[in-house]
């Protein structure tokens, strides 16, 4: 298959917030874009919803964004992470936070709430364009960079692993008639319980193109050069096998959806960045991650497209076919 992997649609300002917690998080954004009660002079595709999900909601005003944080959120945790967000040590792969206003909720019903600068984000509609070297160069740097002092024993695990479990219960509640379960699960029994390392470095936990923005506000966009690549999304950082962050790129590369050279291209500046998640055999290190963010994608399209009451994509297909590949057999 030629195609590229997908890449998560590039978010745009939609419609302004209409649900209670939404309009809630606008007025943190444009409070945290406006101190002071200056007046907002932002044009109207500069303030809208981005996101919507159940992972989070996302608000823009300006040149900023609010944040609400998934329901459930670990507020010990989430803070751990937020404060290495911020930290000098990782700020040349993490865009840092912005400090929430004050006065201003540090939660809405109870789903912690940050703000971040916006950046823009890789632009699915240009997948020739994708920094996929400086993706694999970001993550090399995190997985060098020692946890800064007072982290080590305060840092959650990456929750990696966790969301591939979380991805199997969801299919299990929402779509366990689905003729392609029965393949998504014999995938699923194929990959070992626990986490199988000993690895504690510094993980992203969730990396996908998506995860991906510019920094406008660094050195090199005030000086009119390119602004840098940056990582996004907190929720799931913390120590772990840093091989975790290459599996999504390994599983697309393993079903056909990343063609060879682009995953040659990321292998290769990942290892040339000195990154420790592969060695001389690089999926010694990456089967078994690969394998569960196969299983995870699949999981979750047989959840979404039960829940949405439509067929599968072709790429949605490609991620059955391919548990197939690893259990040995197709169902459905």
């Known amino acids: 298959m030629d195609s590229a992997p997908p890449i998560p649609p590039t978010t745009h300002p939609t419609a302004p917030p209409t649900a209670p917690t939404l309009h809630r998080l606008a007025a943190v954004a444009h409070t945290a874009a406006h101190p002071a009660a200056a007046p907002c002079r932002c044009a109207g595709d500069l303030v809208g919803v981005l996101a919507d999900r159940d992972d989070g909601s996302v608000v823009r005003h300006g040149g900023l964004v609010a944040k609400a944080h998934a329901p459930g959120t ?5 803070g751990v992470r937020l404060a290495l967000a911020a930290h000098q040590d990782v700020g040349g792969v993490f865009l840092p936070p912005v400090p929430l206003p004050r006065p201003g909720p540090e939660s809405l019903d109870g789903r912690p709430v940050t703000v971040w600068p916006y950046g823009p984000p890789v632009d699915p509609e240009d997948p020739e364009a994708a920094p996929w070297e400086e993706a694999a160069r970001l993550l090399a740097l995190l997985h ?6 007072g982290f080590s024993d305060r840092l959650p695990d990456m929750r990696a692993p966790v969301k591939v479990a979380l991805a199997v219960d969801r299919m299990r509640r929402t779509a366990p008639d689905h003729p392609a ?4 699960l014999d995938a699923w029994r194929t990959v070992p319980d626990g986490p199988g390392t000993a690895y504690r470095l510094l993980c992203h936990g969730d990396f996908h193109l998506g995860q991906l923005v510019r920094d406008t506000r660094s050195t090199a966009a005030a000086e009119g050069r390119d602004a840098p690549w940056r990582l996004i999304d907190i929720d799931d ?16 590369f393993a079903a056909g959806l990343l063609p060879p050279e682009v995953w040659s ?6 290892q ?12 010694g290190r990456l089967d078994v991650p ?5 299983v995870q994608t699949a999981a979750l399209a047989l959840a979404k497209s039960t829940a949405e009451r439509r067929p599968l ?3 949605e297909e490609v991620m059955i076919d391919t548990c197939a590949r690893i259990s040995g057999h197709r169902t459905g």
């Open 74 to 78: 670990d507020p010990e945790a989430h």
């Open 144 to 149: 060098r960079t020692p946890p800064p002092p």
């Open 181 to 184: 379960a029965v393949t998504v």
């Open 237 to 252: 950082l913390g120590l772990g096998d840093p091989a975790w962050d290459l599996a999504r790129p390994a599983a697309w």
């Open 265 to 270: 291209r990321f292998l290769g500046a990942y």
């Open 272 to 283: 040339q960045a000195g990154g420790p998640a592969v060695d001389g055999d690089p999926w």
């Open 290 to 294: 690969a394998r569960a963010l196969t």
């Open 313 to 315: 994509d072709e790429v």
